[in-house]
């Protein structure tokens, strides 16, 4: 199994809901990510979990939580967002071994907030 | 910052070599030069990677220069389904990580 799994596929949320995006993958990589991609943008950096622990929190508003119950899985937690967080979340993984930097990619979350 | 420059567009016919070029002239010593693709609303899909030497995979060919201060990455025969924002990524986070993605290149691949 090579692939990055993302649900759901597209959320549409209001400013006072709370939702989660869901990323799996089991290819035993211990080295996950979250980005954020606006349209016509190149994807931004926003979490790096490295073997279940938050390695890197590129100054992304508290508004988004993330969470690594386990080595298969990341959350994304979102509350409170802002009409300009509407985006596509991306989930990447990368194997912890090796040195070389190969991210596998999930399909993304295309996110919409009224 | 991103240390890689890119044409923002390029165009090709179909069939025909697509030879998309990066100049990434402050990269170090130990700092890969890795090409991703993304096809409209999709995830970033990996191509190829190399430190010093040509490297040819399934999908594409690396040509990095001498001097390391820039590449190429050529599409042999492109077809109208390699349509896609090309990124050349030479840089890592701080934490050396994860990729950090420049502008790309948009390709258009025409019949």
């Known amino acids: 199994d090579t692939e990055v799994t993302q649900t759901p596929k597209h959320l549409v949320m209001g400013m006072t809901n709370k939702k989660s995006l869901k990323c799996e993958q089991h290819?035993?990589?211990?080295?996950m990510y979250w980005y954020k991609q606006k349209a016509k943008k190149p994807p931004e950096l926003m979490f790096v979990?490295?073997?279940?622990?938050?390695?890197i929190n590129e100054s992304v508003p508290s508004r988004f939580s993330p969470e690594c119950p386990n080595s298969s899985l990341l959350n994304l937690h979102l509350h409170a967002l802002q009409p300009e967080d509407s985006a596509l979340y991306l989930c990447?993984?990368?194997?912890?071994?090796?040195?070389?930097?190969?991210?596998?990619f999930g399909p993304g979350t295309r996110l919409t907030v009224t | 910052d991103a240390k890689t420059t890119q044409p923002p567009s390029m165009d090709c016919a179909e069939g025909r070599a697509a030879n998309l070029p990066c100049n990434h002239s402050?990269?170090?010593?130990?700092?890969?030069v890795y090409w991703y693709r993304q096809i409209h609303s999709q995830g970033p899909q990996y191509i190829i990677h190399?430190?010093?030497n040509n490297e040819t995979n399934e999908m594409a060919s690396l040509i990095i220069t001498e001097d390391r201060k820039s590449s190429t990455l050529i599409l042999p025969h492109a077809t109208l389904r390699d349509t896609a924002v090309y990124y050349c990524?030479?840089?890592?986070?701080?934490?050396?990580?994860?990729?950090?993605f420049g502008k790309g290149t948009t390709l258009s691949v025409s019949s």
């Open positions: 990447a993984s990368r194997p912890t071994q090796g040195g070389t930097y190969e991210q596998y």
């Open positions: 979990y490295s073997y279940e622990k938050l390695s």
């Open positions: 290819m035993g990589h211990r080295a």
């Open positions: 990524i030479v840089r890592v986070d701080q934490a050396g990580t994860a990729l950090i």
């Open positions: 190399g430190l010093k």
């Open positions: 402050t990269i170090s010593g130990n700092e890969y």
